[in-house]
């Protein structure tokens, strides 16, 4: 069974820096590209970038280019999404999902709330 | 903003069908055959219903079927039915090689 497990809620201060985890599971990791996707409250879905893990080959939406840093470890089947300095305006939840030309299976989601 | 166009929302009578459509460009829906949507719940995460313009994963109900015309795509759910009141989102492979999605269709069953 194909499965996607992420890493639990973080509560945040403007500044600080995050590194959130998806793990996949139940299929081969290193072969399908993991997206990330976010949803501010009560808004729509936002897709912020890719990555294949078996090169770590990395593709960023524009708008998301440089706000965020994609990686992967496919020795322990897991993909990253990280800020180096949060803001307010980067809370949400935040999803994996496989694939890059549709998304076929998504984590639970990470909640991240940032607040002084 | 999104990149692909929805209505925001659409509502209909237990048993009547409903079409909800993506409007995009050339360089995103009209471009590729990677057409995709998604049903949302609240408080739970996306599942799709739709890949590829018009195929249906294992599970999917038949009451949901995809197509597309030029830079515009469409949802058509038949027979609708209490559970299917949710949100929809459209989404395509796009020219940057990333997704774009709709802003989202919630759809209300009477």
């Known amino acids: 069974e194909v499965q996607l497990v992420q890493s639990g809620a973080e509560v945040k201060k403007p500044g600080e820096s995050l590194k959130i985890s998806c793990k996949g599971s139940?299929?081969?990791?290193?072969?399908?590209?993991i997206g990330w996707v976010r949803q501010m409250p009560g808004k729509g879905l936002e897709w912020l970038g890719t990555?294949?893990?078996?090169?770590?080959?990395?593709r960023y939406s524009p708008s998301f280019q440089g706000q965020v840093t994609i990686s992967a470890d496919k020795s322990i089947s897991t993909t990253y999404l990280q800020w180096s300095s949060l803001k307010a305006s980067d809370t949400g939840m935040y999803y994996c999902?496989?694939?890059?030309?549709?998304?076929?299976?998504w984590g639970q989601g990470t909640l991240v709330t940032v607040s002084s | 903003q999104s990149a692909l166009t929805q209505p925001a929302s659409v509502s209909g009578s237990p048993g009547q069908s409903i079409t909800i459509s993506c409007t995009g460009t050339s360089s995103d829906v009209g471009g590729y055959n990677y057409v995709s949507w998604y049903q949302q719940h609240p408080g739970k995460a996306p599942k799709l219903m739709i890949y590829?313009?018009?195929n249906r994963p294992s599970g999917v109900s038949n009451r949901f079927s995809g197509s597309k015309s030029g830079n515009t795509a469409s949802l058509t759910i038949s027979g609708l039915q209490a559970e299917d009141e949710a949100d929809y989102y459209c989404?395509?492979?796009?020219?940057?090689?990333?997704?774009?999605f709709g802003g989202g269709t919630k759809l209300t069953v009477l």
């Open positions: 990555i294949y893990p078996g090169d770590s080959d990395t």
């Open positions: 989404s395509s492979y796009t020219s940057s090689s990333t997704l774009g």
């Open positions: 590829d313009v018009s």
């Open positions: 139940g299929y081969s990791f290193s072969s399908y590209w």
């Open positions: 999902a496989r694939r890059n030309d549709y998304a076929d299976y």
